[in-house]
């Protein structure tokens, strides 16, 4: 099954801990994104990697960092400075060049 | 300039009705713009798209309606059904192998029988 994989689906940590999300994908796509969404806000972008070894903040990337050692995996640590960071945290992928964007299932972290 | 405006926030429509889903959007730069549609707890997935240079796409209930000059572009679903309750986002991006998506606020749609 080809696809994007998220885990884990429900995520629980206690504030003042890092906690890393997992994202991997077997579509052979170059370009990977984190997003994060929060109620009404609609999806937020984090990082972005165009491809191995390289990755941008987007818009919101205080308080979180990013690897990408392998073309099929780019995971999100979301660190204690991250102020806010209950929220549901979606993994996209794409063809680098093409604009269609495919997304995973998500994991929805609680901090509490 | 990076915007774009969704509207409405939420709607609910009976089923069998028509639901629109409006999005509006400043940046000219923007040449593809696809609709994404989430279920509660999962990730959104790609709807349908469009490109300007068409001014209406339609598969099957759900179509787009494209207004270049006034920067809009709509999503109706025709005959709406209790299924497609959920939440619809649109979206927008230039070319370019570094252009990335902006997303509209999404709407919530609730198809009532």
């Known amino acids: 099954d080809g696809g994007i994989t998220q885990s884990p689906k429900y995520l629980f940590r206690k504030e003042g801990q890092n906690v890393t999300l997992s994202c991997e994908q077997n579509?052979?796509?170059?370009?990977m994104y984190w997003y994060r969404q929060d109620p009404g806000q609609g999806l937020r972008l984090i990082y972005y990697?165009?491809?191995?070894?390289?990755?941008q903040k987007g818009d919101i990337a205080e308080g979180y960092s990013v690897s990408r050692e392998k073309k099929e995996s780019f995971p999100l640590t979301v660190t204690s400075a991250q102020k806010n960071p209950t929220a549901f945290y979606l993994c996209?992928?794409?063809?680098?060049?093409?604009?269609?964007?495919?997304f995973g299932p998500g994991t929805r972290l609680t901090v509490t | 300039q990076q915007q774009v405006k969704q509207s409405p926030q939420s709607l609910i429509v009976q089923k069998g009705g028509i639901s629109i889903i409006n999005c509006a959007y400043e940046?000219?730069?923007?040449?593809?713009f696809p609709w994404y549609q989430q279920f509660p707890g999962k990730g959104p997935a790609l709807l349908i798209a469009?490109?300007?240079?068409?001014s209406e796409k339609k598969e099957g209930r759900f179509t787009i309606s494209f207004n270049k000059s006034a920067k809009q572009f709509s999503l109706h679903i025709m005959d709406s059904q209790p299924g497609d309750s959920a939440t619809y986002f649109c979206?927008?991006?230039?070319?370019?192998?570094?252009?990335?998506?902006?997303f509209g606020t999404g709407t919530r749609l609730q198809v009532t029988l």
């Open positions: 990697s165009q491809i191995v070894n390289d990755f």
């Open positions: 996209a992928s794409r063809i680098r060049g093409e604009q269609v964007e495919y």
């Open positions: 579509l052979n796509h170059d370009a």
């Open positions: 469009i490109r300007p240079d068409v």
């Open positions: 940046n000219t730069a923007f040449d593809y």
């Open positions: 979206a927008a991006t230039p070319t370019g192998t570094a252009s990335k998506l902006t």
